[in-house]
């Protein structure tokens, strides 16, 4: 059996993700629901962005819309102000960063890569809340980093059901991933979306059966980093959610994530590590 390794494409570069990627998440946004994730001024996000890399993320992924559920509607202008802004700050102080934007708007996403310098979309509506995005991903021919979402971030916890929370999860990729290949999209990225319209049972289900959506074939991002399932579960804030965080991060990583969206990235490259050294010892004892 010989092991092959997963790439994408990332401004005419492959970026390698046999071994799993980081990606830090840098929110221009004042009401992000962990505080500790929210970066202001010029100063700020170049510190945050800049500290990042260093401690090896792989990818930034920029946003100015909060996510949060129940989360306030932000008007398109705003968005843009906030993280085209951003995008176009921190590729100017460090040029050789990789970036996604963050954002369900495909307008936005367009300038994000024409305009400023972004490499990769991160879509947490799957291109369900604008029916341009597909357009636009198809048009740019960049990595589309796919979410699931039942409903929006204003309603999604209202009542999320599920028959089967995993199964239904892939049915929807099925038929998300068919219309991008049928596009023309080649890189395309996987996120089954923990905490967006899931209960916290749905969440653990998805966690432990993470393995399943490697049957797509496509690359996996697992996005738990202090998310309420962690603090909730454990009676704590979101503040204090670090050590679950590497927990779960470390789930996933058994389960097969490629990609890691994290607000502390040192400790989720130090999680990978671990991971990696007894993935490299179980592949040893397969002769892969």
């Given amino acids: 059996m010989t092991f092959k390794p997963k790439y994408i494409n990332v401004g005419g570069k492959l970026l390698d993700l046999s071994t799993p990627r980081v990606m830090g998440i840098i929110n ?52 843009e102000k906030r993280a085209l802004s951003a995008i176009r700050l921190i590729k100017r102080e460090l040029p050789d960063a990789v970036i996604s934007i963050d954002t369900f708007r495909a307008e936005i996403a367009y300038k994000a890569v024409t305009e400023c310098g972004a490499l990769l979309i991160n879509d947490i509506s799957g291109g369900d809340a604008d029916a341009e995005m597909f357009n636009v991903v198809r048009k740019l021919n960049v990595p589309y980093i796919i979410m699931h979402m039942q409903g929006m971030p204003g309603n999604m916890q ?44 749905h969440n653990f289900e998805i966690l432990q059966r993470f393995g399943d ?35 779960l991060n470390a789930v996933a990583l058994m389960g097969g994530a490629d990609i890691l969206r994290v607000h502390d990235v040192m400790e989720a490259v130090q999680t990978v590590r671990l991971i990696e050294k007894l993935k490299d010892i179980k592949r040893d004892q397969a002769g892969i």
Avoid: C, H
């Fill in 28 to 79: 221009v946004t004042p009401d992000s629901f962990y505080e500790g994730s929210r970066v202001e001024g010029e100063k700020e996000i170049i510190e945050t962005a800049a500290s990042m890399l260093k401690d090896g993320a792989a990818i930034l992924d920029v946003g100015g819309y909060s996510t949060r559920p129940y989360a306030p509607e932000v008007t398109s202008d705003e968005e």
């Fill in 158 to 201: 209202d009542n999320p059901v599920y028959a089967d929370v995993v199964a239904d999860i892939l049915k929807w990729f099925g038929r998300k991933i068919v219309s991008l290949q049928e596009a023309g999209v080649k890189d395309i990225i996987l996120d089954p979306g923990f905490g967006f319209g899931k209960t916290i049972k």
């Fill in 213 to 247: 959506f490697s049957v797509a074939g496509l690359p996996l991002l697992a996005g738990v980093s202090r998310k309420s399932m962690i603090w909730k579960t454990l009676g704590i804030t979101p503040d204090e959610a670090l050590n679950g965080t590497s927990v």
